[in-house]
């Protein structure tokens, strides 16, 4: 059995933050705990504009605190976000989201990711194997 709390995750190497500032990712459950998918807390600050992209991971998003815009880039569709709303990128799309209100959200990630990813030019994370 595993417990973590997010603040022993505070301040460690599972504590990332964006080049720019714009979000924060806690990864609570990661590739190396061997479960088949990570978890995260990811807060997003209020007025900002992130881009990303999935190519290698199926990411579901639930939103428990904060309002914004979710836009996917590759359909030319706008969402609107609120705590209780859940989005899945199953698709691989290409998306963008703009918080009006900070955002807090919980994230899973399948295949897992090691937390050694770094968002490349276009907003992707490379497909790091843990080995077994």
């Given at each position: 059995?595993?417990?973590?709390?997010?603040?022993?995750?505070?301040?460690?190497?599972?504590?990332?933050?964006?080049?720019?500032?714009?979000?924060?990712?806690?990864?609570?459950?990661?590739?190396?705990?061997?479960?088949?998918?990570?978890f995260?807390?990811?807060?997003?600050?209020?007025?900002?504009?992130n881009?990303?992209?999935?190519?290698?991971?199926?990411?579901?998003?639930?939103?428990?605190?904060?309002?914004?815009?979710?836009?996917?880039?590759?359909?030319?569709?706008?969402?609107?976000?609120?705590?209780?709303?859940?989005?899945?990128?199953?698709?691989?799309?290409?998306?963008?989201?703009?918080?009006?209100?900070?955002?807090?959200?919980?994230?899973?990630?399948?295949?897992?990711?090691t937390?050694?990813?770094?968002?490349?030019?276009?907003?992707?994370?490379?497909?790091?194997?843990?080995?077994?």
């Open positions: 059995m595993i417990v973590r709390t997010t603040e022993e995750i505070t301040g460690t190497d599972r504590d990332v933050t964006s080049e720019d500032g714009n979000w924060t990712s806690k990864r609570i459950v990661l590739a190396g705990d061997k479960v088949g998918f990570s995260h807390e990811t807060t997003i600050q209020a007025g900002t504009v881009e990303f992209h999935y190519a290698n991971h199926i990411e579901a998003v639930w939103l428990v605190e904060g309002e914004g815009t979710l836009q996917d880039l590759d359909n030319d569709v706008e969402y609107e976000l609120g705590p209780g709303s859940m989005y899945l990128l199953n698709g691989h799309e290409r998306h963008r989201v703009l918080p009006r209100t900070k955002m807090r959200m919980l994230c899973v990630f399948n295949p897992p990711v937390g050694r990813e770094v968002h490349d030019e276009n907003g992707v994370y490379p497909l790091i194997e843990e080995p077994a």
